[in-house]
């Protein structure tokens, strides 16, 4: 051991003077690893005899503990990455031959990742499916050996970002490291996994044919895994391999927007652009969501697939196809796809004027594909949505139907009752109360004077609830209907005074007259300081500000008779604001 000791100090005196590129040291190293072996291309001796190296001329493979004092030197030149094929001899050897042990593999693959990474590109295409599977090897059959797998995986990581091409041809090697994050516990392999797909991605990025078809497979079966690691994984693929544009993908971004783990369903809401975006983040052209008609059909038919399968999400009042954060998520992104497929702008986005844009797209669409999405907006409506998934869907219900009124009134006149949107306006969320007052009285409009009188009646008692829900979306919708309700009236309706005569009006004009004055009258108590609560008093005066924007109003001579309170409307402007 002296000997060895004495050796060895002297090697680390003389290492770092010495040129590790130098073509004849390098050599003399890789004979001192291997011994005497055949060299490529020298003729033998004959046609039927081998080459023959003369026996006192034979060097036998160094043993094991020279081959750990020479293993480190190669890691410093990059020329002794470029030697092939002797470097991946040595590697081999050093893996799998008869003298080994665990650290000499552990530098043999060291060795690989000082290829995979100053190895040219050239000699690399050559040795990587070498290189691949001797570490595929490693990481199959020294299952006990867990820092040495833990070295294999990053270095086929490192192998896939040197030679893509490789992997890109061939998914069976992306579906063994999905497997391989639902067989391994030990949490060192799992991080190695991890790291390794991250840097596998890049390989596969925009692949397409049969390998995306399978790659699209792989990611809608991991997205639905029991682990977690496995859902994270699908959902960064998802983002990473396909465009923007790519339908299943985004598909899998939806259903990550549900999952319980709070790192998987942000990485969902980031691959549908749902995520709070950093100024440095803009959207290219590249980055186009998919088609808006497209992504309604796919979806559309997943949700009919789950229905038929019992659905996914089941509760005491009702079943839903998927969790409401999953249809939360996904009809933010329909309303996404919709906007650009019918180019609305930035600016129109700030000054909200989507609508002309969102309606000429709208009226361009056969009624079948209306109606797909409409059915998707429906089913996130059911009793078991939560208030958070009402006030998405009833959003999007109000933009489609205030865009296509030619299309989607008719389809939601047929289809639910005028009472299930008035349903919504006792809602627990201020925004679907707001929504659903608004679509209320869209509905309203195309309805006939009886139907929409009588609403406007039934508004009018809400308003004098007790529950605040209640009250509060009575007062906003009252606003709204009565606004419709003008609209409505006959010629010559509107100038009627207290002097006027109603009698030789239609029935209907004169009980629609009497409808209004009491909403306007209610609405104005409100204001008169008997309110204490800020946001009634602003829903009021706002509804207030809708009723007479919608044209002359038949008020009595002398008004309604009710005094306003200075207070109040400061009250209700500070809430507003």
Known sequence: HSVSDSGTHKLKQFATSVNWENPSIIARLFHLCQGTVAIPGKRPRSQTQPQQVDPRDRVSPTGLRMRLLVLPYFLKSTLAANSFPSCVQVVFDCLFGPVTNNKLRSQALYFVHHICTRAQEQKLSLMAPVLLTGLNKITNQLAEEQSLRVLAYTGIGLLAKRAPTMFKKDTAHLTKLFDALKEESNQDILLAVQECLSMVGQAYKSVVGTQALIVEALLLENICSENSQSRLAAVHYAQVVFPFSHIPSRFVCMLACGDSKDEVKEEGRKGLRLHVKRPEETQSVNQQPPDFVSMVKYFHNRCKLSMQSGGQYKTDVGTLPYPPPVLSGAIQFLRACLSASACVTEEQKLTNQMLPSIAEYLSALEEEQVVSYMDILKHALKPAGSSELHSVAMQALLEAAAASLNVVVPQLLASVELQWVKGFTRSSSPDTRQA??????????????????????????DTTSDNYSTQHGAVVSLGH???????????????????????????????????????????????????????????????????????????????????VSQGSVAAAAAAEG
């Open 436 to 461: 659903a007052s608004r679509l209320l009285a869209i509905l309203a409009v195309h309805t006939d004077r009886g139907k929409c009188l009588e609403l406007a009646k039934q508004t009018l008692e």
């Open 481 to 563: 209907l009565v606004g419709s309700c003008l609209g409505q009236l006959g010629p010559g309706c509107h100038d009627v005074g207290s002097n006027g005569s109603m009698e030789s009006m239609e029935t209907s004009d004169t009980e629609m007259i009497v409808v209004i004055r009491k909403a306007i009258r209610r609405l104005t108590e409100f204001l008169g300081g008997g309110t204490p609560i800020p946001q009634l008093l602003a829903s009021a005066l706002g509804a207030l500000g809708d009723i007479f924007r919608s044209g002359p109003v038949p008020l009595p001579d002398g008004g309604v008779g009710v005094a």
